[in-house]
Each structure stands twice: as structure tokens, then as C-alpha cells.
């Protein structure tokens, strides 16, 4: 029993199944979580590492370089790149795709515990801290927070009591609280006091750590009890600290109070934050992995509100709020799959002309896209813009096998004078191997993204998945669903009425009117078809040339089109950085910073400003390395503006101009550029060399050549050089005569100026650090410095000051220092605006190309560049796999190896299409463009099989071949026009979207929309056309065959290009 008969006979199996498949999508479909875009696993693993105040340069040799030598021999690496900035590093183990991520961590974090035994022994650097990287590990939200009048008080409560409140709701992962002043006990040495009675730093630091201490020791027995003993040392409060003795040389007892003032204050602040012109906390939020965007950010607005009940006094305000970004993405993707879906039905309408035929494949819309959530609940997808993306551009497709088996019953009730019933199962049967192909044709294009490599390919495979899911079920409703609703709720007098549209136009009703015009409209179509194909067939070779003059033709137009990593989506956020010389003292930076603050806030379109200086919080979270001289604003524009992201950027670019010595760039933050390309600036050249001062003089020559081209705007170094600092040389025969040691300096200087964590203050279950330093007054000059003593002298027990073993220096270094695979880099970098980035590139290459760089520099593009251009040579292998795979397919369909390169003629006849729409909306082709080539090669392959195979069929029953054609084509004309129209109609919303996420997806439907309108013009004609062609080579090839078989005597076989045919009808 077919599957067609018994869908008909078992209506009740059929329609319990669907309900079935239907249920668990409705069911999946309200636990989906909610997020911008799936779930990638990158192959990276970081390393960061801190050390208070410490040059790049000696973090560069005492951390990075240790670290970097440690990882280099992990199997699978790909590349080490890491950055090494005032006080901190951070080291980037990326590894080639395939590898076990979570082993490689593990990895990483044993060997980078050996480098930590080789780091200097100083308790200010903090140990290392090994995480896996994840590309959405943006936060959710940025709160900026004011209402306490004392600013420690203010951070304190944040960190201990707000911050945890926070982290308790559902979904967050992490909480980071920065700006305002940390609470510290602050021990200021007196230098004077510190001769007097002959101390040293290390002596203070020495005693307060060993007096601040709490050990167990042990069990004591007393009777049927047992007690644990502990000695608790911990200090009460600072006057137990003010009463801790330091021994002196000289065996004189010594309290700390007696050489320090002890303060229970705040440390010294290099981290400014502030919201919309006032002095403010900031909070930013980051969720789980596996938690909902949405969720977890209203979770979030639900503590903080109850929070703020708690604590009236203080005020949040919102600074950045993804879920808004992702509400408003997917919200769009839906109302596009929902318009789509809308235009493909009344496309279908207006071919059938029947409510209930146009219902019975209008149902296969919600019950293919509900049953595919039970396939992304299971396989861990999310509801994102990418699998809606899938739905929105399956819409159109998901009708196509409904269609056609529709449309198939209907010519045999309209033709042949069948019963709905008998039409069912013969129209269905009859279609069955043709809507397999197709639709298989369709499914097979996506197997080859599963072998590309990269982030891309990670995430677009999820897309590949939710639309082969998607036909899959639309292949099983069509072949079940559709026989048996056609048997049951047509009507054959409906349908016989569908014949005579001039008798419909007579009726009285509006409806019948209506569909007696649309009946005859395609009466004429149809009439000019089967005229024209006549005409084709007669004239081959113009038709052939003609389509190869207007493919011709379009090339000058592909050559204007540029190309991109991904269309810009416009979230309403904006980065302002803002640079002032090296050197420049934070309170001046703070100052410019004011300045810029009031030019933001006075622009129409701005809501919120976010501003830190020295380190703060950008949408990437928490960032390090800021330098004094630098500060950044971070915007989020009103929702209702009229200017886009990008003008408000360009507009606030020339304003800040205007405030003299800073350097300003004003760029969007396009989070979803950001998360799959993983940098924000686009264009990016590395500076190679060994000298840094001679790669800086290259970079900026590189940056000063760039500046003019046409399209990159904000082209900066990455790093600056002057950074002023003072070098205390040391005269080491004279340090070493003393007894002093490099270590003895480099802490004593370190302990001055930094402070010297010396221990933890208890207190209520929280700790709070313990710093010994030099007043700010005694330790602000060079003279002062060289006043510490580092040593007492062994044989005298006098003091040695710094100034007899060291002489200090005024020098220079850089601000940061990039190295990737070892290699000493500086980079320089721009944005791209207004022009596709092929034409930006095409212009830097020979700009750079021109340049004269010194001996010993070499220039290469990004690591990431290099990596989108793999991806890019990838998806262009997927594109070649994918005509090999239908080409195997249809092979083994047709059992010829001639009737498949007739129906991939089609996938030429696209390209005239894919040019004119990329050219007639200004879109560049893209990393979904190109997908969007691969998805129309198995679309347009669709109508050449409906063609093809039917023509055959015919040709089994004694049609000659041209008879075939003629047949064949115009029946086939209404099924392909429907699928095609429905298809370009169900994907024009998202062809037309632009600015929020789900323009992402654009460039893919516009692809598809303009390739399968005219391949669908044309292959109504070419094919017929080139199956003629190849008809005749293969009726040559077995004329040549017999001949040779007559003249040897031997018999010929049967061959698979198929049987002779009788002369044509319509010779050349």
C-alpha cells in the first residue's frame, strides 16, 4: 500500500501522527530559551594575569614570556597571541577547530602552573587564571549606581551585600562591580620615624603578616567531649594593628604606631566611573551558558528592583540592556515569518482560487515550523536570530511539496475527471518521486557547511539543520497530510468551476468575479508560455545566446559589487573612546572627560552615557590595561530617533572635535559582528619587528598612509610608545659589597610607591587588604625615593639608602606591548563605513604596497582576517560539493548521467538574478550571501526536476520527445510559477530588513529572491531548450554506437542515457 492510499484510507492514523509531532513542537516551543544568536564553542582558552603598576615591558619578560613558552607545545595549537599592558597580561591560546576544548583548559591550566613557579616572588602579582573563551560572555546589563554619599561606603555595600543579590537571580552568572573608591587599611610609614628607630618596609610588612594569622592546632579531649583548637591572631580592629611590635636591630622594642599611622580608608583611586553626569559604581551582568537572555535580564530588573526597596537610598540606572536588542531581533524575525507566510498563502490563492485548497497547503506552514522546535529543543538550540532567521526563510519553501501534490490532484480532477478520492492517490503517487528529488535536492545542499571550519561554520550549520528539519516535515505533510485533506474537503464541482474563469467573471458574487479575473490572467500567462516555449524550441541558438548575452552582461555589475564579513546590524549602542598624550595624569583625563561627557549628553538622541576612565566597564564586559591617559563613553541611544546608530556615531565624531588635545573615535557596537567576527573595528595590519621604538615609527607611518582611503574611518595605532617612566639603574658591585640583592630594590621601590599587600582585615566575613606604603607627600619625588632604605648593613646595622645602590633614570615604553606566536607585533586598525570592505582592502593592499618600511618590519592583515578569508574559501568548497551532491543524486533518480546536467543548468541561470539584486539594493556579498548561493542551488534544481522528470515520464508512455516538451512544460508551469512565487514572497520581509539583527539574514534572502526569479523565467525555457541539446548528442552517441556494433558485428546494448527517439518536430 502506498503511503498516499493509505493516508487516505487511514485519515484518523494520519491526522493523530501530525497531531503528535505537533504537540511536542508546541511544547518544546515554550521552553526554548531565548538569545541573540547559538551557542559556539570556541576553540580558545586565555590566560590573565595581574601584577600592580608593573611596565609592559617587565610584564612582557617576567609573566607573558614564561606563560607563552608554557602553552606553545599543547597539541592542536593554531596561534598564541597575547598583550601585555601596565599591570596586567593576558595570553590567547587559540587551537584549530575539532579540538576537545575542555581537555585543552585543563591543559593550559597545568602547564601554566609550572610558568607560575617561575614568576618573581612578589605577593602583588596575582595567580593566573586559566577560562575557557565565550563569545557570549557579553553582559546582559549595565547598571551605573549612585545614593551613597560616602563613596566607600557606596562600593562596599556593592561588593559585599548588592553584588550577591544580584548573582542569586535566575541565569546570572557573574557580577562585576568597578569605579568608586575600595575600603582598604592603609599603613603610611614615616620615613624620618623609619631611620629613627632603624625599621625597614620589609621588617613592617615582615610582622603584620606574621601577626595577622589564624592556624588550627589540633583536638583536645576533655571528659566525653572533644574540642577543636584553632589560634586566632586576626586583628579585632586597627588598634591591634597600631600594637604590633617590629624588632629592631639594636633589640629595642618597637610598636607599628610608633613608625606608622594606621587608616581604615580607601585606596588610591585609578578607576573612575560615572552615568549621565554623575558619579556612579558601575555594575555589569553576565549570564549563564545555557541561560535565557531575556529571562535572565527581566530576573535581574526583578532583584534590583526589590533591592531597591531594600535600600531606598540608592538609584540604578540602566546603562546597556541586550535583551532589548534581542526582543526587538527576534520580535522582527517573527513578524517577517509571519508576513512571509501571509504573501506565499495569497500567492497560492491567487493560482488556485480556492479557500479550501489554498487551506489545505497554507497547514503545512504551522505544522512543519511548530514541529521543527521539537527538533532544536532536543538538539540544545535556542529560539535566536539565527534559527528564526531558518523558519523565516523556510516559510516559502515549506509550502513547495504541498503545492506541487496539490496542484497534481487537481489536474487530475480538473483533466481527467477523477474523484477527489482516486485523484488523491493517483496525483499523489504520480508526484512522489519528483517532490522526493526536489525536495532532497534542497536538504543536500547544507550537508557541506557541516565541513566548514571556523565560528561561521558553527552557526550556520544550526540554520542548515532547523531548514532541513523544516522540509522534512513539509515533505512528510505533503505526501500524507495533503492527499488526505484534498480527498476529503474538495469539491469536485469547485473545481470543474475553475475551468470556465469566463463564467466565474459572470456570476453575481464579488469572490467569483475576483477568481474568474485571476483564472483568466493565468489562462494568458499560460497561452503566451506554451507560444513562446513553440518559439524557443524552433530557435535554440538564439535562446542560448540570448541568455548568455545578458549573463555577459551582468558581469560589469558583479565587478561593482563589493564584498564583506557581515552586514552591519545597527543595536542603538555607541563606543567613544577618548586618548590624551601619554603620560597625562588621571585627574586631567578626568577633566577632558567632563568635557566630553557634556557634548554626549547634549545630543537629542542619546540616553544613556556610561563613562570610566582608567578602567571601567565597556559592553564587553570588565576590561584591564587602560592607561591614565585614556577614558571611554559608552552610549545607548533612544529607542524612537531617526538617525541610525552609525550618522549619530559620524555626528558625534565631528562635535568632539572641537575639545582640544584629546584624540577621539566614536564607533557603533554591532554586538553581533562582534560575537561571530570578534572584533569591532573591522580592518586590522600588523606591524612585525623586534625594535619597538622602530615599530611604532612603521605603525604610525602605516597609519598616516591609511588615513585618506575612502571608507575607513578611525584608522589608529593599537598601542602608543612614550609612555614617561623612571629607571632606577643599579650599580651592582656596590649593591652586591653591601648585601643588597636586585630583589631587595625592586620590592623596597615597589612597596613605596604601589604600597605592599601585606595581609587581609577580618572583619564580619568579609576581607579587606592591608597595604604598607609611604605617605603620598614622602614618596612624590625622585629625592624622596632615593631617602628609603632597602638594607641594613651587616656589619654596622646602619641603613642603606636607595640613593647609594641605584641611580634613577627618565625614560620611555611602551604603553603595551602584542606578541602573536612570539612575534613582537603593533597594530593598526579602522573601521569600515560607507563602502564595501573589498574596495577598502583592494586600496589599503596597494597602499601598503607602496610603502617603504625599514629593514627588519614586515606588515601582515589580522589573525582574524586570515581566518574570515579560510571561512570564505570553505563556504566556496561547500558551494562546489553541493552541485556534486545533486549531481549524484540525480544521477541515481534519472539512472543517466545526461538528464542532471540538464536540470543544473538552472543553477547558472541564477547569477543574472543574484548581481541585479545585490546591485539594486547596495548589498555587499557576504558570508550569508554566500550561504544564501548555496541554498538556491538546491532550490532552483527544484523546477528543472518538475520539468525533466515529467517530460520522461511522458516520453515512457510513446510521446515524442518535442510532444513530451510541449506537454510537460506548460502542465508544469502553474506548480512551478506557485512554488516560486511562494518562495520570493515568503522570503521578501527579510530581503528588505535592515538595522537590527535580523538584517543580518538580508544579504541571504536578497540573494535568493533575485536568483530565483530570473532562474525561474529562464529555466521555464532553457531547459527545454538544453534537453534538446542533449538529446541530440545522446542520439548521436548511440547512432555512433549501432555503427560501430554493425560494423564488428557485435549487438549493442542498452545504454543509461536512454532509448532512441523519433525525429524532432521543430528542426533547426
Known sequence: MSIAKFSVSRPVAVTMRIAALVLLGAISFSRLPIDLLPRVDLPIVAVSTNWNNTPPQEMETQITRPIEQAVSTIPGLYSVNSSSNLGSSFVRVTLNYGVDVDKAAVDVLQYVQRAYRQFPNDPNISPPVVFKFDPNSFPVMIYGVTGEDDPIKLKTLLVNEIAPMIESAGGVAQVNVTGGRDRAIIVNVDPVKMQAYNVLLSDIVARIRAENISQPAGIAKAGEKEYVIRSSGYFKDIRDAENVPIRATDGRQVLLKQVATIRDEAQDQRVWTRVNGENAVGISVTKQREANTVETAQNIKDAVAKIQKAYPNLKFRIGYDQSGFVKESVGLLQEHAIIGGTLAILAILFFLRNLRSTFVVALSIPISITSTFSLMYFGGFTLNTISLSALALATGLIVDDAIVVLENIFRHIERDKRSPVDAAVTGTNEIMQAVVASTTTVMIVFLPLFLVKGQSGQIFTQLALVVIFSLAVSLLDATTVVPMLASRIIKTREVHALEHPEEQINQAGFGAKVSGFMGQVFHAIDSSYRNGLVWAIKHRWSVLGAVAAVTVAAYPLWQTIG?????????????????????????????????????????????????????????RGSVGGQQANSGAANIHLKEHRKATTDEVAKRLQKNLASISGVRVTANPFDLVSNIIGGNNQGMEIDVFGTDLTQMFAAANTVKDALQDIPGLEGVDVNVEEATPEITWRVDRQRAQSLGVSYQDIASTINASTNGTLSTYFQQDGFQYPIYVQ??????????????????????????????????????????????????????????????????????????????????????????????????????????????ALIYMLLASQFESFIYPLVVLTTVPLCAVGVVLSLFLTGRSFGLTAYIGILMLVGIVVKNGILLVEYTNQLRGRGLSRDEAILTASPTR????????????????????????????????????????????????????VVYTFFDDMARRYRKDNRDLAHASGVEPSLSSVGQAEPETAFPD
Do not use: C, H
Request: net charge neutral; aromatic share 4%; hydrophobic share 40%.
Open 973 to 1024: 508551469l502553474r506548480p512551478i510559477l506557485m512554488t516560486s512565487i511562494a518562495s520570493v514572497a515568503g522570503m521578501l520581509p527579510m530581503a528588505l530588513a535592515s538595522g537590527s539583527a535580523s538584517a543580518l539574514q538580508a544579504p541571504l534572502a536578497t540573494v535568493v529572491v533575485g536568483g530565483l526569479t530570473t532562474s525561474t523565467i529562464l529555466t521555464l525555457f532553457v531547459v527545454p
Open 563 to 619: 564584498t564583506e564579513s557581515l552586514p552591519q546590524t545597527d543595536s542603538g549602542d555607541l563606543n567613544v573612546r577618548v586618548r590624551l598624550p601619554v603620560g597625562t595624569a588621571l585627574s586631567t583625563t578626568i577633566d577632558k572627560m567632563e568635557q566630553v561627557e557634556k557634548v554626549l549628553l547634549a545630543d537629542p538622541d542619546i540616553d544613556t552615557v556610561f563613562v570610566s576612565v582608567g578602567a571601567g566597564i565597556s559592553f
Open 774 to 883: 609611604l605617605p603620598p607627600g614622602n614618596r612624590e619625588t625622585v629625592e624622596d625615593l632615593m631617602r628609603i632604605p632597602v638594607k641594613k648593613n651587616p656589619v654596622t646595622g646602619n641603613q642603606i639608602l636607595l640613593g647609594q645602590v641605584a641611580t634613577p633614570e627618565l625614560t620611555g615604553g611602551p604603553n603595551g606591548i602584542n606578541r602573536i606566536n612570539r612575534r613582537r607585533y603593533v597594530s593598526v586598525g579602522g573601521r569600515y563605513s560607507d563602502r564595501a570592505e573589498s574596495e577598502v582592502l583592494a586600496d589599503v593592499t596597494a597602499r601598503m604596497k607602496s610603502l617603504e618600511l625599514p629593514q627588519g618590519i614586515t606588515w601582515a592583515y589580522g589573525e582574524q582576517q586570515t581566518r574570515k578569508a579560510d571561512e570564505f574559501s570553505g563556504l566556496g568548497l561547500a558551494v562546489v560539493l553541493a552541485v
